[in-house]
């Protein structure tokens, strides 16, 4: 997923389209995942007078440990992002999330790509069918708000007072 300047002023008319597929191996470990799907990556590349656009779409998914129940779990991801590669010798700063510089005339976007894959995932999923496994322990349970809109039961200790009122 590499272009030269060169190239892109080629297409100044119109917006070089492209989509590729990418296998980004090396994150199953670094992001603590089961499996990663190879990324979709598709877009547009739009050259302007000192800038280069890219507005790009990334797909694919996570395979990762349901959270309670440590089933593998497949979440899918869906990334839209238009970054800018600027051609001007000026220092980035933070500011500027999505403006790249240009290195020897080339434009890559695959470490883009794999920042943007790496922001998009969750820190911890739940399996959708799961059932609350956990539900009651000793001083405590889980309730949903069905039974917090219930009217609380009576305690048996001041059942006795309620008949004095």
């Not at 797909?59 to 600027?86: K, N, Q, W």
């Not at 434009?107 to 999923?125: A, C, F, G, M, Q």
């Amino acid at each position: 997923m590499k272009w030269s300047i060169n190239q892109l002023r080629k297409h100044q008319d119109a917006p070089l389209n492209f989509e590729t597929d990418v296998e980004f191996s090396h994150l199953i470990n670094n992001l603590q995942l089961i499996d990663l799907s190879p990324v979709h990556v598709g877009g547009t590349l739009s050259a302007k007078a000192k800038e280069v656009y890219a507005d790009i779409v990334i797909t694919g998914h996570y395979v990762m440990s349901c959270a309670r129940t440590l089933e593998p779990v497949e979440v899918p991801f869906h990334i839209e992002s238009l970054e800018v590669f600027d051609m001007n010798d000026y220092q980035l700063d933070a500011e500027d999330i999505n403006r790249h510089e240009i290195i020897n005339g080339m434009i890559d976007l695959k470490p883009v790509v794999e920042e943007l894959v790496v922001l998009e995932k969750p820190v911890r999923v739940v399996k959708e069918d799961t059932e609350m496994s956990l539900t009651k322990g000793k001083g405590w349970e889980v309730v949903d708000e069905d039974q917090l809109q219930q009217e609380p039961a009576v305690d048996p200790r001041l059942a006795k007072l309620q008949d004095l009122l």
